[in-house]
Nanobody, 127 residues
Framework: QVHLVESGGGLVQAGGSLRLSCAAS????????MGWFRQAPGKERECVAA????????FHADSVKGRFTISRDNAKNTVYLQMNSLKSEDTAVYYC????????????????????WGQGTQVTVSS
């Protein structure tokens, strides 16, 4: 299986930026579609961004479109979530997830599509 470790979360002021990283190990990273999910207290886990295994096809949720950008560097076995113009409603635990997608260059936006998950990193946006 793939082991995923998120980093880069923290406390940031509204309007600021953070870049989350998800480092993968254990399997061939380039064969996995990746996603970023977030879960705020009392809310369902939602997909905020997803990227195909080749990196050319991406999805961004309407709530973050234009502010967040998902990318990946397969040579570094890492997927990123660049978060700009952060708002208080972006406060949540952010998780990265992986889905084996050999032969299919697509993205996935349902949590049920993913079989591997990181433990999450807290993002808190003040004011």
């Amino acid at each position: 299986q793939v082991h995923l470790v998120e980093s880069g979360g923290g406390l940031v002021q509204a309007g600021g930026s953070l870049r989350l990283s998800c480092a993968a190990s254990g399997r061939l990273f380039s064969n996995y579609a990746m996603g970023w999910f977030r879960q705020a207290p009392g809310k369902e886990r939602e997909c905020v961004a997803a990227i195909s295994w080749m990196g050319g096809i991406t999805f961004h949720a309407d709530s973050v479109k234009g502010r967040f950008t998902i990318s990946r560097d397969n040579a570094k076995n890492t997927v990123y979530l660049q978060m700009n113009s952060l708002k208080s409603e972006d406060t949540a635990v952010y998780y990265c997830a992986a889905h084996q997608s050999i032969g299919v260059n697509g993205y996935y936006i349902r949590q049920y599509d993913y079989e591997f998950w990181g433990q999450g990193t807290q993002v808190t946006v003040s004011s």
